[in-house]
């Protein structure tokens, strides 16, 4: 019975063991390429170790080679298009360095674009820094599209990956921790199909990693100069995190505190490292200063002050705060919900800990877990200690905010990398009974990591059959258009169709979701051939028309299924009837139901 279920498993995609047909499909791959290496190892092994002691050549084909897999796939899954909150903000900081500024004016009918993480005074501005924007500025103005800068991000972090690898493990093996990064960030990677960010923030940390060891190496002010990039970089991209970058950077030079001749030979880079890092810093205060009128105050910061979060709506069912209470009494009460409140925090920490860690597996692929017990053995040394030291300091210090994404750690994506090829790296020397088991088991592992490319590769370069199809919804990760935004990109193609400037108010239905968010502007909106702007009644919207009499005018109701796009028509006005007899007043009502709080979030 179960030899029957084991072949029938082919046609339902599940087996008794947990495989399905993609995971046999996927070894299969594996066999055919280890196959295919064993009888090329004669010849393979010697070029590519030759190939990889030739920095510029490697980096060069690292970079080409993530872009061009992800251009052949175009037909396929064409541009991505933006969905969410995050993107437009990122895409608004882009369109807004564009027109070389940090910030936008208010515009004088500005109530009607007010939207997610987008403030309106004093100025009509993104919250978000200028890191992701700024790549993205780049490639719109080299290649005329956004997404370019995506691209050429994805790039950058994926030969710079290999560049850090360099200085701490032997070429052959840093060769394959870039095409690893390929692999695992490439052309299959949310980074590489949003615009939420990821490679700027993974790059910076290359640049930071890779300058750290070389520095210790051979005092050189070049590479204190690319220490000092990447961490301006990463200010710029990720400035909550940064804090976690530089208590790292310290924990790298602490013992050469214990050595007087060490401690001047590691303070001779910093002068170097500190010019971008204070350019950084005067462009982070100015852009604040743009945006906020505050040389101190970040624009999230201001985002939060002028419109808060979403208040969660409790009960308070305990009696005690609507009774009188003796002084003694309120203090031993404000104690106790101190301590509950103190125990509650902490338990929240903990749980989100214990449910984040599960995303270890965007950052590694599943059969190089297999090499990470081989890294501990490396443990030993300081460098490798501190490296695990790195990771948890970026795990614990972004598990105090609530949300996660995967981009907040960008930074140690490469120490990702590190770990897993330094795993391959020791497990290959192992041997039994003069045997080179390990270097086969090594070898197992990264053509199991190349099969599970190919196989997704060619799922979405092929996924117009019925089979790609089928096998597509077993991806771990599904990033790459098969969620795409079908309803943005319908209503978008219908407005590309019309001709001349348009003006779309979005009037949403009583049962919306609130994120799903359709009002979204360029940086000049006025100049914009389409504007968006909220329905705020036909009185109100009267104003805007005005103000837009060249326009075309269009309702969309992005609640309908699919949405509905119409020429706009004012609501009529909501007819008066007449006021009911007021009551006469009585005594009040009893209160059944628990009191009401509102209780705002942070």
Same mark, same amino acid.
């Given at each position: 019975?179960?030899?029957?279920?084991?072949?029938?498993?082919?046609?339902?995609?599940?087996?008794?063991?947990?495989?399905?047909?993609?995971?046999?499909? #996927?070894?299969?791959?594996?066999?055919?390429?280890?196959?295919?290496?064993?009888?090329?190892? !004669?010849? %393979?092994?010697?070029?590519?170790?030759?190939?990889?002691?030739?920095?510029?050549?490697?980096?060069?084909?690292?970079?080409?080679?993530?872009?061009?897999?992800?251009? +052949?796939?175009?037909?396929?899954?064409?541009? !991505?298009?933006?969905?969410?909150?995050?993107?437009?903000?990122?895409?608004?900081?882009?369109? /807004?360095?564009?027109?070389?500024?940090?910030?936008?004016?208010?515009?004088?009918?500005?109530?009607?674009?007010?939207?997610?993480?987008? +403030?309106?005074?004093?100025? *009509?501005?993104?919250?978000?820094?200028?890191g992701q924007g700024l790549a993205m500025a780049?490639?719109?103005?080299?290649?005329?599209?956004?997404?370019?800068?995506?691209?050429?991000?994805?790039?950058?972090?994926?030969?710079?990956?290999?560049?850090?690898?360099?200085?701490?493990?032997?070429?052959?093996?840093?060769?394959?921790?870039?095409?690893?990064?390929? &692999?695992?960030?490439?052309?299959?990677?949310?980074?590489?199909?949003?615009?939420?960010?990821?490679?700027?923030? =993974?790059?910076?940390?290359?640049?930071?990693?890779?300058?750290?060891?070389?520095?210790?190496? =051979?005092?050189?002010?070049?590479?204190?100069?690319?220490?000092?990039?990447?961490?301006?970089?990463?200010? +710029?991209?990720?400035?909550?995190?940064?804090?976690?970058?530089?208590?790292?950077?310290?924990?790298?030079?602490?013992?050469?505190?214990? *050595?007087?001749?060490?401690?001047?030979?590691?303070?001779?880079?910093?002068? /170097?490292?500190?010019?971008?890092?204070?350019?950084?810093?005067?462009?982070?205060?100015?852009?604040?200063?743009?945006?906020?009128?505050?040389?101190?105050?970040?624009?999230?910061?201001?985002?939060?002050?002028?419109?808060?979060?979403?208040?969660?709506?409790?009960?308070?069912?305990?009696? %005690?705060?609507?009774?009188?209470?003796?002084?003694?009494?309120?203090? #031993?009460?404000?104690?106790?919900?101190?301590?509950?409140?103190?125990?509650?925090?902490?338990?929240?920490?903990? /749980?989100?800990?214990?449910?984040?860690?599960?995303?270890?597996?965007?950052?590694?692929?599943?059969?190089?877990?297999?090499?990470?017990?081989?890294?501990?053995?490396?443990?030993?040394?300081?460098?490798?200690?501190?490296?695990?030291?790195? %990771?948890?300091?970026?795990?614990?210090?972004?598990?105090?905010?609530?949300?996660?994404?995967?981009?907040?750690?960008?930074? &140690?994506?490469?120490l990702f990398i590190l770990m897993s090829v330094?795993?391959?790296?020791?497990?290959?020397?192992?041997?039994?009974?003069? /045997?080179?088991?390990?270097?086969?088991?090594?070898?197992?592992?990264?053509?199991?990591?190349?099969?599970?490319?190919?196989?997704?590769?060619?799922?979405?370069?092929?996924?117009?059959?019925?089979? =790609?199809?089928?096998?597509?919804?077993?991806?771990?990760?599904?990033?790459?258009?098969?969620?795409?935004?079908?309803?943005?990109?319908?209503?978008?193609?219908?407005?590309?169709?019309?001709?001349?400037?348009?003006?779309?108010?979005?009037? *949403?239905?009583?049962?919306?979701?609130?994120?799903?968010?359709?009002?979204?502007?360029?940086?000049?909106?006025?100049?914009?051939? +389409?504007?968006?702007?909220?329905?705020?009644?036909?009185?109100?919207?009267?104003?805007?028309?005005?103000?837009?009499?060249?326009?075309?005018?269009?309702?969309?109701?992005?609640?309908?299924?699919?949405?509905?796009?119409?020429?706009?028509? !004012?609501?009529?006005?909501?007819?008066?009837?007449?006021? =009911?007899?007021?009551?006469?007043?009585?005594?009040?009502?009893?209160?059944?139901?628990?009191?009401?709080?509102?209780?705002?979030?942070?």
């Amino acid at each position: 019975m179960l030899l029957t279920d084991f072949f029938r498993s082919f046609l339902p995609m599940r087996n008794p063991i947990g495989f399905g047909a993609s995971d046999f499909i #996927e070894l299969g791959l594996a066999a055919l390429l280890l196959v295919l290496a064993l009888i090329s190892r !004669p010849w %393979i092994e010697p070029c590519s170790s030759r190939f990889a002691r030739r920095t510029g050549w490697c980096m060069l084909v690292l970079a080409v080679l993530p872009v061009a897999l992800r251009l +052949i796939l175009i037909p396929r899954h064409p541009v !991505p298009t933006p969905d969410l909150y995050d993107e437009f903000g990122h895409l608004l900081v882009g369109e /807004t360095l564009r027109h070389f500024r940090l910030a936008n004016p208010v515009h004088p009918f500005h109530r009607f674009f007010e939207t997610f993480f987008v +403030i309106q005074e004093p100025s *009509y501005s993104s919250i978000y820094p200028i890191g992701q924007g700024l790549a993205m500025a780049i490639g719109r103005a080299i290649f005329g599209l956004p997404w370019a800068g995506v691209l050429l991000a994805c790039a950058a972090f994926c030969s710079l990956c290999y560049w850090m690898l360099r200085a701490w493990i032997s070429p052959g093996w840093a060769l394959l921790g870039g095409l690893l990064a390929v &692999i695992q960030f490439g052309p299959l990677n949310q980074w590489t199909n949003s615009y939420w960010g990821g490679h700027v923030a =993974a790059a910076s940390g290359c640049l930071v990693f890779g300058a750290l060891p070389r520095i210790r190496q =051979a005092v050189r002010a070049r590479d204190g100069l690319w220490l000092g990039i990447g961490l301006a970089l990463h200010l +710029i991209t990720r400035p909550y995190e940064s804090l976690f970058l530089y208590a790292s950077i310290a924990l790298y030079y602490a013992p050469a505190l214990r *050595y007087t001749a060490d401690f001047r030979r590691a303070l001779r880079p910093v002068g /170097t490292a500190t010019l971008p890092l204070l350019a950084a810093v005067g462009m982070t205060l100015v852009h604040n200063q743009r945006v906020t009128h505050s040389w101190k105050t970040l624009p999230e910061a201001l985002s939060q002050y002028q419109y808060g979060v979403p208040a969660a709506l409790t009960f308070q069912t305990d009696p %005690i705060p609507h009774r009188a209470l003796t002084p003694q009494q309120e203090l #031993e009460y404000k104690s106790q919900v101190s301590f509950r409140s103190a125990s509650e925090t902490l338990v929240s920490y903990l /749980t989100r800990l214990e449910f984040r860690v599960r995303f270890l597996r965007f950052f590694l692929l599943a059969p190089l877990y297999i090499a990470l017990p081989f890294f501990l053995l490396r443990l030993r040394e300081f460098d490798y200690v501190w490296l695990v030291v790195t %990771i948890l300091l970026f795990a614990f210090g972004t598990n105090f905010f609530p949300a996660f994404q995967f981009h907040y750690v960008a930074a &140690i994506a490469c120490l990702f990398i590190l770990m897993s090829v330094t795993g391959l790296e020791r497990l290959s020397r192992i041997t039994i009974r003069g /045997t080179d088991a390990g270097g086969d088991g090594a070898r197992v592992i990264v053509f199991l990591c190349f099969a599970h490319f190919l196989l997704w590769y060619g799922v979405h370069l092929f996924d117009d059959r019925d089979s =790609a199809l089928k096998l597509a919804q077993y991806e771990t990760w599904d990033n790459i258009n098969h969620r795409n935004p079908e309803r943005r990109i319908q209503v978008a193609r219908e407005l590309a169709g019309l001709q001349g400037r348009q003006l779309v108010f979005v009037r *949403y239905w009583p049962n919306h979701i609130f994120q799903d968010e359709w009002v979204y502007n360029a940086a000049d909106i006025d100049a914009a051939r +389409i504007v968006w702007a909220r329905d705020l009644g036909a009185s109100e919207d009267e104003k805007l028309l005005h103000y837009y009499p060249d326009r075309t005018v269009w309702l969309l109701e992005p609640d309908a299924a699919p949405p509905k796009l119409s020429r706009y028509v !004012p609501e009529p006005p909501p007819q008066v009837s007449s006021p =009911a007899p007021a009551n006469k007043p009585g005594p009040p009502k009893e209160q059944s139901h628990p009191t009401l709080r509102f209780e705002q979030v942070h």
